[in-house]
């Protein structure tokens, strides 16, 4: 046992830094969702070209031209999120809920002195497009596919007792799930591979990602419009990954006969056994990592009025450049029959170790807007929008530790389209409204399958004769994903994503 202690403080020092980042930290930052006022919303996002709200600094600032008087909106809601994963035929769902802030907004409105055909807007605004908090449990009463042959597998993959990955496998043999045959040159486990196991998995995450958007735009005789923002990303994301295991039915039991021979209801050789410890009992891994950190990017747009009732426009959006600190750890805790309440722990990193400083370079977006406006009584929106997600990049001080990552990055992702939609009916007292927003896959491929993204909204709005108004929107999101708990064993789960939010939002126009 002495020579483990002194293999892990060795290990430490050899162990590759930046390990908890891979190209889904990419891909988290760099796919949004539909976020912004409830009007916004409510319209599918689809008012780059349509324009006059405060939520159009995302999308096309260009739309924010179309003001002609101040306004200013807070909105929030209530949010609810199910998730049911499918493993094996069995399946297990989980119900949160939780209050979200939508979007603050103030925006200007000025005629300019020396040109009275131009109209000036600026507008500061803070929308969240990500909300992060989330729940997944994975459950399976009767699975032989256990957290331990993972590591086993990866430890016999060309590995030696120095380059064991400390913040996995290497934790295993620490905890005493893994060990190593001198004579046969291989590892071995203390938990039986081929035994049933009931095992759960629960993943949860917190956070939320906001963006302030500082933006300037401008009107040309109410024909021409452009517009420009300056957006600040804040990131706030928490995950905790437990996942244990459990010998219920005590299949793995072990009898010492003498100090250096027993016997063993195990289907898999064991080429010694410790007689303080003797058959498997339970396990878990905990592996938990909180990333923080701010971004800086350019919004640029233009739309221009064909005529009174169709209006155009397009819009760039610059990479997101982040710099983000990640503090992280792991934990493997294992008990044996021989003491199951005495548990052999391992952690990895030493505690406040766990910190790293890195860059995200987020891919850049492009987009074409379309408006159609019928009278004051009702108005239509289309838009497209163009994503190289294979462009994102992680970036640390030395330049080759993420060349593994930014290579996976560029092989596994594609371009991907996303697609809004959305209309306006003025029935006065009450404007309707309804709106669809699909995101593509950034595995590239057509609208339908895994990774898709398809939200649909409708919402109602009051105009008050003293310029205040009053929005409430109901949206709801689906996604269907496909979660790998093990990298050496095949077994998928299917998560399918439902989440729906009431939001409501108090403005006026001043």
């Keep these: 046992m002495i020579f483990r202690f002194w293999l892990l403080f060795f290990s430490f020092s050899i162990c590759i830094v930046g390990n908890a980042q891979n190209d889904l930290d990419a891909l988290r930052y760099s796919r949004t969702a539909l976020g912004g006022s409830p009007r916004f919303i409510a319209m599918g996002g689809a008012m780059g070209a349509l324009g006059g709200d405060v939520s159009c600094a995302t999308t096309n600032p260009a739309g924010l031209a179309i003001f002609r008087k101040g306004e200013i909106i807070y909105s929030g809601g209530l949010r609810f999120t199910t998730n049911k994963a499918e493993t094996n035929g069995k399946s297990s769902s989980v119900t949160d809920a939780n209050f979200v802030f939508g979007n603050f907004g103030l925006a200007f409105a000025w005629q300019a002195e020396k040109d009275p055909s131009r109209r000036n807007v600026f507008c500061i605004s803070n929308t969240q497009l990500q909300n992060f908090n989330n729940q997944i449990q994975i459950s399976d009463p009767s699975s032989r596919n256990s957290i331990a042959k993972d590591m086993l597998n990866i430890s016999n993959s ?78 706030k994301f928490e995950s905790t990954t437990n996942h244990t295991e459990v010998d219920g039915n005590d299949s793995m039991r072990i009898g010492m006969t003498s100090s250096s021979s027993f016997t063993s209801t195990y289907n898999t050789d064991l080429p010694f056994v410790y007689n303080n410890f003797l058959g498997f009992n339970s396990l878990s891994y905990t592996e938990f990592f909180k990333t923080e950190g701010y971004g800086v990017n350019v919004k640029l747009g233009a739309n221009v009025r064909v005529n009174q009732n169709v209006r155009l426009g397009a819009y760039f959006h610059s990479p997101t450049f982040y710099s983000l600190t990640d503090t992280y750890y792991y934990k493997v805790a294992a008990s044996f029959d021989y003491n199951p309440l005495l548990e052999n722990v391992s952690t990895f990193p030493d505690e406040n170790d766990g910190i790293f400083r890195y860059k995200i370079t987020s891919p850049m977006r492009f987009g074409f807007n379309s408006g159609f406006v019928i009278g004051k009584i009702a108005s239509i929106g289309l838009e497209y929008e163009g994503i190289k997600y294979q462009d994102a990049k992680l970036k640390a001080d030395d330049p080759a530790v993420f060349n593994g990552v930014n290579a996976v990055i560029k092989n596994k992702y594609k371009y991907a389209s996303n697609i809004r939609l959305g209309g306006e009916l003025n029935v006065k007292p009450v404007i309707l409204r309804a709106g669809y927003a699909i995101n593509g896959s950034p595995f590239g491929g057509l609208y339908s399958g895994s990774f898709d993204r398809q939200t649909i909204s409708c919402g109602i709005s009051i105009r008050t004769k003293n310029n205040y108004f009053y929005d409430i929107t109901w949206v709801r999101t689906n996604t269907k994903e496909a979660y790998y708990m093990f990298s050496t064993i095949p077994i998928k789960s299917n998560i399918n994503s439902v989440t729906s939010a009431l939001m409501v939002s108090m403005g006026l126009k001043f």
Excluded at 166 to 176: I, K, R
Excluded at 179 to 204: A, E
Excluded at 211 to 216: A, T
């Design 158 to 235: 060309g590995n030696s007792l120095f380059t064991l990955n400390q913040s996995y496998e290497g934790l295993g043999y620490n905890a005493y799930l893994l060990d190593y045959d001198s004579v046969s040159g291989q590892f071995f486990s203390f938990v039986d591979i081929n035994r049933n196991l009931s095992q759960k998995r629960l993943i949860t995450t917190t956070g939320r990602a906001n963006e302030i958007n500082i933006s300037f735009a401008q009107s040309e005789n109410d024909n021409f419009y452009i517009g420009g923002s300056i957006g600040i990303p804040r990131i």
